[in-house]
C-alpha cells in the first residue's frame, strides 16, 4: 500500500477544550510543591496533548459507530469490516490462523511485499480482492501494516501563559457513598477555552477512507470525541473546529515539491455546538 505514491490528505484544525481538560503524565521527578498528576508537558513546560491520545479517541469511537446500525451501512461490500469488532483476541488478520498470511510475512522475495500489501489491503477496482484488514485496522494500523491514518502532537495555543488549574478530590466508598480514610488527590487540568493545535495526514486514502475520516472529524466538531482522564467527573470535552484539508496528488506533487502554493480547502468553519 506505500510502495506507490498515489495521495496525501493534510489535514489542519484548533482543538478548543469545551469543559477544563487532563491528559496525564507520569512524574519522574519528585516535586515538594508539584501535583502528583500533572498535565503532559512539552520540553518548554508547555501542556501538549500526545498524538497517540487523539488517536486513540478516535479510533474508539469508530469503532463504536461502525457497530451500530446506521454506520454498519456506510461500509462498502468490496471493504472487509466485521460488526462485532476487531480485537487483539479476535484480530480480523491473524497469521497463526491465515497460512497464506504467514507465508507470505515469512518470505523474503521483493515480489512478495507487493502481495502482501494486496492480500491486505485489496486491490483498488477489484471487488473479489478486497483485503483482510478491516477499515480501522486500515487506517489506525495493525500488528501487520502501518497506520494510514496518523495524528501529531497537538501544541498548546502561544496565548497560554501557565493557565493551568488544581482540582482536588477525595477517594469514595462506592457502597456507603462516605471518604476512603482521607484520601484524597490533586489533577491537574488546563480550563475551558484553551486551545490546540491539530495536524493529521491520511497516506494514500481511497473514497471510502476519506469520507470516514470527515465523519471522524465531524465527530470531533460535535464534541462527540472527549480525551484524557476523568471523563465521567465532566472534563475532557473538546471541540474541533477550523478545519482545513490540502490534498497532494500524482498530478500536483511536482509542484508542490517546487514549493509551488497547493491551496488548502474548508471542510469546517467555525465553532458549532453540540
Given at each position: 500500500m ?7 490528505y493534510?489535514?489542519t ?7 477544563a ?5 507520569a ?18 513546560g508547555?501542556p501538549?496533548?500526545?498524538?497517540s491520545?487523539?488517536?486513540g ?6 469503532e ?5 446500525d446506521?454506520g ?29 498470511l ?41 500488528r ?7 495524528i ?23 457502597n ?11 489533577t ?10 491539530f ?5 494514500n ?27 465521567s ?26 514549493r ?11 465553532s458549532?455546538?453540540?
Open positions: 506505500f510502495h506507490k505514491f498515489i495521495n496525501r493534510v489535514i484544525g484548533e482543538l478548543e477544550a469545551v469543559t481538560l487532563h491528559v496525564g503524565a512524574e519522574d521527578v519528585f516535586k515538594p510543591n508539584g501535583c502528583k498528576n500533572p498535565f503532559f508537558r512539552n520540553a518548554d508547555k501538549l496533548i500526545p498524538g491520545s487523539l488517536k479517541a478516535m479510533r474508539s469511537f469508530l463504536q459507530y461502525l457497530s451500530s446506521s454498519s451501512t456506510i461500509i462498502p461490500a468490496n471493504i472487509h469490516y466485521r460488526r462485532s469488532g476487531c480485537s487483539a483476541d479476535h484480530p480480523c488478520a491473524d497469521h497463526k490462523t491465515d497460512p497464506d504467514e507465508k507470505l510475512l515469512r518470505s523474503n522475495k521483493a515480489e512478495d511485499e507487493k502481495k502482501l500489501s494486496e492480500y491486505l489491503f485489496g486491490v483498488a477496482g477489484d471487488d473479489k480482492k478486497r483485503g483482510k484488514l478491516c477499515i480501522v485496522c486500515r487506517l489506525f494500523g495493525s501487520y501494516s502501518a497506520a494510514k491514518f496518523s501529531r502532537d497537538a501544541g498548546v495555543d502561544d496565548s497560554f501563559e501557565d493557565e493551568f488549574e488544581i482540582r482536588s478530590g477525595v477517594a469514595v466508598d462506592r456507603f457513598g462516605t471518604s476512603v480514610g482521607g484520601n484524597k488527590f490533586e491537574e487540568v488546563v480550563p475551558k477555552g484553551t486551545k490546540f493545535s495536524r493529521a495526514i491520511l497516506e486514502g481511497d473514497d471510502t477512507e476519506w469520507m470516514i475520516i470527515r465523519q471522524l472529524l465531524m465527530a470531533m466538531h460535535l464534541n462527540m470525541i472527549p480525551i484524557g482522564g476523568m471523563k467527573r465532566g472534563l475532557g470535552e473538546i471541540r474541533l473546529q477550523k478545519v482545513r484539508d490540502q490534498k497532494i496528488s500524482q498530478e500536483n506533487i511536482a509542484d508542490y515539491l517546487s509551488k502554493e497547493i491551496k488548502f480547502t474548508v471542510l469546517i468553519e467555525e458549532r455546538e453540540a
